[in-house]
C-alpha cells in the first residue's frame, strides 16, 4: 500500500525547489520508467529488499540504500521479497537543474551505506507539511532544501558510488578541523590514507567539491569569522589563530573569500 501525498501546485513554482509528491510504498511495486520522471526523484529503503536498474547496471536497495534520479532518466525498480519498503519525494524548481547539479548531483547517485536518521527525521516533517494544502508549501519548499543537503552529506560526502564506506576525504577533513592552525601539506593528508597525492586529490574533490587548500581556507576563515565577531582580538592576531601569520596575506584570503576586509567585517557587525 502506498500512503502519499501530491500537494497542489500554485505559487510555489517560483520557488528554487517545491514539492511535487511524498510518499511510503510499503511494499514496494515494480516500477518501469523508459522516459523517467519530470520531476527530481530521492528515495531510500526502510526496509526488505529491492533491485534498481539504471544505465544498464543494477544496484542492489536494502536498508540504508539511498538513490536520486534526475528528471528524464530512464530506470527501473522491484522488489526482491515481499517486504521492500521505500520512503520517496519527488520535487521540481525554476532552477532546481542548475543547482543540485552544481551541489554533485548530476543524473544518477547511489549510495547502500547511508545513516538515514537525519533524512528519515525530515521526511516526516515534509509529509505533515505537504498534507496542509493551504499554507504548507512554502514551508515543505524550505525543508526540501534541507532534505537535499541532509541527502547529499549522507550520500556524496560519507559514501562512494559503490556503496563503501570512503574515508579518504573523512580523514583529511578530520586532521584539517583539527590542525587549521598548522601549516598543512598536501603530502602530509594523502598520507593518513596511504593514497597518491593525485587520487587523493581527486577523491577529494569528488566529495567535496572543493580542493583540499581550497576548504583549508575557508575552514581558517570560518574560524577567523567567529573570533572577529565574537572577540575584541587584534586582527593580526587572529589571522594567528586562524593559521595566516602574515597579517597582510591573512586580508588578501578573506577579501577574496567575504568579499570585505576583516577589519570590514568586524564593523558591519557593530564591532
Known amino acids: 500500500m502506498t500512503n502519499a501525498v501530491y500537494p497542489v501546485i500554485g505559487k510555489q513554482t517560483a520557488l528554487p525547489f517545491y514539492l511535487t509528491g511524498i510518499g511510503v510504498s510499503d511494499p514496494e511495486i515494480h516500477v518501469v520508467r523508459s522516459s523517467g520522471l519530470s520531476s527530481h526523484q530521492f528515495l531510500f529503503t526502510s526496509s526488505g529488499t529491492g533491485v534498481l536498474y539504471v544505465d544498464g547496471k543494477e544496484y542492489p536497495q536494502e536498508k540504508g540504500s539511498f538513490f536520486y534520479l534526475a528528471p528524464g532518466k530512464p530506470h527501473e ?10 520512503s520517496w519525494l519527488v520535487f521540481r524548481g525554476k532552477y532546481s537543474d542548475e543547482l543540485m547539479q552544481g551541489i554533485g548531483f548530476n543524473c544518477f547517485a547511489y549510495a547502500s551505506c547511508c545513516n538515514t536518521e537525519r533524512c528519515e527525521n525530515l521526511f516526516k516533517r515534509i509529509f505533515s507539511a505537504a498534507e496542509d494544502h493551504v499554507s504548507g508549501g512554502e514551508n515543505a519548499s524550505l525543508l526540501v532544501y534541507e532534505y537535499i543537503l541532509a541527502a547529499r552529506e549522507a550520500m556524496l560526502l560519507n559514501c562512494n558510488e559503490g556503496g563503501g564506506k570512503s574515508n579518504i576525504a573523512k580523514k583529511a577533513l578530520m586532521y584539517i578541523d583539527e590542525n ?3 601549516d598543512i601539506a598536501i603530502e602530509t593528508l594523502a598520507g593518513l590514507s596511504g593514497v597518491s597525492v593525485q587520487h587523493f586529490c581527486r577523491v577529494f574533490k569528488a566529495e567535496t567539491l572543493m580542493r583540499p587548500l581550497e576548504y583549508l581556507a575557508r575552514r581558517r576563515i570560518s574560524e577567523a569569522k567567529a573570533l572577529l565577531s565574537n572577540t575584541s582580538l587584534e586582527i593580526g592576531e587572529i589571522g594567528r589563530m586562524a593559521g595566516y601569520p602574515d597579517r597582510n596575506y591573512f586580508s588578501i584570503v578573506f577579501r577574496k573569500l567575504e568579499g570585505v576586509s576583516p577589519r570590514e567585517y568586524r564593523r558591519n557587525r557593530g564591532l
Open 77 to 86: 525498480y522491484r522488489p526482491v521479497d515481499g517486504d521492500w519498503a521505500t
Open 180 to 182: 587549521y592552525m598548522q
